[in-house]
C-alpha cells in the first residue's frame, strides 16, 4: 500500500514529540499559539507542502503532512517556536507513511495520551483540520484520513468503557486534590486561569468537591465572569492575586502564558498550600519549592497516578484496538482504489473521446442522425465498461499492478 501514499514524489509524515521522552520544559519549547499554527501553514503552504495538520497541547506538539523529507516539517516547527533541532532530535519521533497513519489513530482515539483515554486530543484534531482546510491545506487523502480518526474515536467513546472515570487533565487534578485535602469542602480554593483547562478544572471543582467558596482570578476578568456567572462563584481582580494566594489552602494554575506567573514572591503565609500547575509551559516558577509550607504537583506528576480506574481502562484496550483495526482496513481500501483511479479515469476519457468521434461520424453520413439518442447510450455503455473495470481492479484475487499495466497498454492511455 505504501506507494500510493506518495503525492507527486511526496510521503506522509507524522513528526513531534510527546510527554513520553519531552519533559514539560522541552514540550514548552515547541508549544505553537494560535497565531503560530496559522503561521506554520502559511509558510508550509508557500514552500510546497500540499497538505498539514498542526495540534500542539500540553501533551504533545505534532505536524502531519506530506514532505519530500521530514525535515521540511521539523524545519517549519523549529522556526515557529522556541525549540532548537538539536533539542527536537533528542525527544523526537518520525513515522512515515502507514506508520504514520497508525500513530494518528491511537493519537486521535486517546491511546497514546498522557491519561489513557483521554478524548480532548481528538477535538484539537478537529481544530486543526478545520484551520487546514480553510487554508486550502487538505487534500482529500487528508480529509478522509481524519474523518475516519474521528469516527473511530467517537465508536471507543461510544461502545468502550476506556474512558470511564478520570477522562481529563483537570479531573485528574481533582481527583489528586480529593485524595490528599480532608475536609476539601470547607477549604479556600483559588482557580488562575480561565482557559479550557481551567474551564474544566472549574467544572470538575464544583461538580466533586463540594465547596462553595472557590475564587477565579484571570488576567481578563470578564472571562472569569463568564464562567463564574455559569457557576455561582466569586470573582477576583488579577491585583489582588497575593492576598488571594494568602487566603487559599489550594491554587490550580491554568494561564496558558509563556513564562511562570506564580512565584516565591508572591506567597506569603505560612499554612499549608496545594499548587497544581496544569500549564504548558509551566506557569509556576520552581523557586516556591523553597517554601515548606508549599508542595507543588505538575500535571506531569497526575499522569504518574496509578489507581484502579487506569487498571479497568487498561482491559478495555483491546476492544478499542479491535475497532481502530476495522476503520482503518474501511480506510485501507479506499486508499486501494486510489491507486487505480487515474487508470479509470483515463480509460473513460479514451472511450469518451472515441464516442465523440463516431457520433460525428455518423451525424456526418445520415441526415436523420438521432444524435442525442446516441450520446445517452453510449454514454451509458462507456459507464458500464468502466464500472466492470473497476470491480475487476478491487477483487483481492486481482494483482491490480498488472491488470493496471495491461488496461494502459491495450488503450493506449496516459493517466489524466
Same mark, same amino acid.
Given at each position: ?219 481578563? /476578568? ?66 516556591? /519549592? ?93 459507464? /458500464? ?32
Amino acid at each position: 500500500m505504501e506507494p500510493h501514499l506518495r503525492a507527486n514524489g511526496k510521503h506522509f509524515y507524522a513528526i513531534g514529540l510527546s510527554y513520553k521522552k519531552a519533559d514539560a520544559e522541552v514540550r514548552g519549547h515547541f508549544s505553537i499559539n494560535e497565531e503560530a499554527k496559522l503561521n506554520i501553514l502559511s509558510q508550509a503552504k508557500h514552500e510546497g507542502v500540499s497538505s498539514l495538520v498542526v495540534i500542539s497541547t500540553c501533551n504533545r506538539t505534532e505536524l502531519y503532512g506530506f514532505a519530500e523529507h521530514p525535515f521540511q516539517l521539523i524545519k517549519l516547527l523549529c522556526e515557529h517556536t522556541h525549540g532548537t533541532v538539536e533539542e527536537f532530535e533528542k525527544v523526537a519521533y518520525v513515522h512515515k507513511n502507514n506508520a504514520a497513519i497508525s500513530h494518528l489513530f491511537k493519537v486521535g482515539t486517546g491511546l497514546d495520551s498522557q491519561i489513557l483515554g483521554d478524548f480532548e486530543i481528538i477535538s484539537q484534531i478537529k481544530t486543526g483540520f478545520k484551520q487546514s482546510k480553510k487554508k486550502d491545506m487538505m487534500n482529500p487523502f487528508m480529509e478522509r484520513l481524519v474523518n475516519a480518526v474521528i469516527q473511530a474515536s467517537k465508536r471507543i467513546k461510544n461502545e468502550t468503557e476506556i474512558s470511564s472515570g478520570a477522562t481529563s487533565v483537570s479531573f485528574a487534578a481533582v481527583q489528586y486534590i480529593l485524595a490528599r485535602v480532608p475536609y476539601v469542602s470547607d477549604k479556600n480554593l483559588l482557580l488562575f486561569g480561565t482557559g479550557k483547562i481551567g474551564r474544566n478544572t472549574c467544572e470538575n471543582l464544583i461538580k466533586h468537591t463540594k465547596n462553595d467558596h472557590i475564587v477565579l482570578i484571570n488576567r481578563t /476578568k470578564n472571562k472569569a465572569e463568564k464562567i463564574a456567572g455559569k457557576f455561582n462563584l466569586v470573582v477576583k481582580d488579577y491585583a489582588n492575586i497575593q492576598s488571594e494566594i494568602k487566603e487559599s489552602d489550594v491554587l490550580i494554575v491554568a494561564t496558558g502564558a509563556q513564562k511562570p506567573t506564580i512565584s516565591k514572591q508572591l506567597i506569603h503565609s505560612d499554612k499549608p498550600l496545594l499548587i497544581l500547575d496544569l500549564s504548558i509551559p509551566r506557569n509556576v516558577a520552581l523557586d516556591v /519549592k523553597e517554601l515548606p509550607n508549599v508542595t507543588l504537583v505538575h500535571l506531569d506528576d497526575l499522569s504518574k497516578m496509578t489507581d484502579r480506574t487506569l487498571k479497568r481502562r487498561r482491559e478495555h484496550i483491546p476492544q478499542a484496538e479491535a475497532i481502530i483495526d476495522e476503520i482503518k482496513a474501511e480506510f485501507d481500501a479506499w486508499l486501494e482504489t486510489r491507486k487505480f483511479a487515474p487508470t479509470i479515469k483515463a480509460l473513460k476519457h479514451k472511450l469518451t473521446t472515441l464516442k465523440d468521434a463516431e457520433i460525428n461520424l455518423q451525424r456526418k453520413k445520415y441526415s436523420d442522425f438521432d444524435e442525442e439518442h446516441a450520446d445517452i447510450i453510449s454514454s451509458r455503455i462507456i459507464q /458500464k465498461i468502466t464500472n466492470h473495470f473497476a470491480s475487476h481492479l478491487r477483487e483481492e484475487s486481482t494483482s491490480a499492478d498488472v491488470s493496471i499495466e495491461l488496461i494502459q497498454k491495450v488503450f493506449q492511455l496516459q493517466n489524466k
